[in-house]
């Protein structure tokens, strides 16, 4: 089962920043927070993954909270080709086979 | 960063019948998965496979539906077999990045059996 709660479904006007939620509230000391979406009919594409430190690339930023148990993606100017399905996953990491999607949010970005 | 090529990208199969879907890495891996979308669901994983030993499936997949076959470093085959409608879905693969932990997807089969 997924370990972590998303909610279903957010709207954000383009060039408006994005803020997505996420609650890992049993998240354990070795394991990272990862964002992926999914682009309609591809397959999940990685975003940012943070252990406790706020981390940002050129695609987002992710910001944790001091205790972990829940974070938000950011996407700063969010357009149109940032709808998607956007999963928040908690994991080990490299090689296991701890990969759990959950149900994530739906992201419609609107002219 | 890793590239995988999945075949085919979609097939319409008769009921009954099996389908193996291919999945080629373009470097060394030790670790591939394999990933079920069902229509307007989220990812559920299959099975994971390492090279040279037997995969490992999670609960509610069996060997005998759903054989693996993982050959070398840079490939794997995952097989539907005797497809039933419920089968429809986009089958993934998936690999990891390396060092830099993150995980790859393939762009997926997608599958309908009639």
């Known amino acids: 089962d997924a370990k972590t709660t998303q909610p279903p479904s957010m709207d954000c006007a383009e060039g408006r920043a994005a803020n997505l939620p996420c609650n890992h509230s049993?998240?354990?000391?070795?394991?990272?927070v990862y964002w992926y979406r999914q682009i309609h009919s591809q397959g999940p594409q990685y975003i940012i993954h943070?252990?406790?430190n706020n981390e940002t690339n050129e695609m987002a930023s992710l910001i944790i909270t001091e205790d972990r148990k829940s974070s938000t993606l950011i996407l700063p100017h969010a357009t149109l080709r940032d709808t998607a399905v956007y999963y928040c996953i908690v994991r080990v990491g490299y090689n296991n086979n701890d990969m759990r999607f959950g149900a994530g949010t739906r992201l419609t970005v609107k002219p | 960063s890793a590239v995988i090529s999945q075949k085919p990208s979609r097939d319409i199969c008769q009921r009954g019948t099996s389908l193996t879907i291919q999945c080629q890495v373009d470097?060394?891996?030790?670790?591939m998965f394999w990933y079920r979308q069902q229509p307007g669901q989220s990812l559920t994983l299959i099975a994971t496979?390492?090279?040279?030993?037997?995969?490992?499936?999670e609960s509610g997949f069996v060997i005998d539906k759903f054989p693996i076959s993982r050959p070398n470093l840079t490939f794997s085959t995952l097989t539907v077999s005797n497809m039933s409608p419920e089968d429809s879905s986009i089958y993934l693969c998936?690999?990891?990045?390396?060092?830099?932990?993150?995980?790859?997807f393939g762009q997926g089969t997608r599958l309908t059996v009639v």
């Open positions: 470097s060394q891996v030790t670790m």
């Open positions: 496979a390492n090279q040279g030993s037997e995969a490992t499936y």
């Open positions: 049993t998240i354990s000391g070795n394991e990272y």
């Open positions: 943070g252990l406790k």
């Open positions: 998936s690999v990891e990045g390396g060092v830099t932990t993150e995980a790859f």
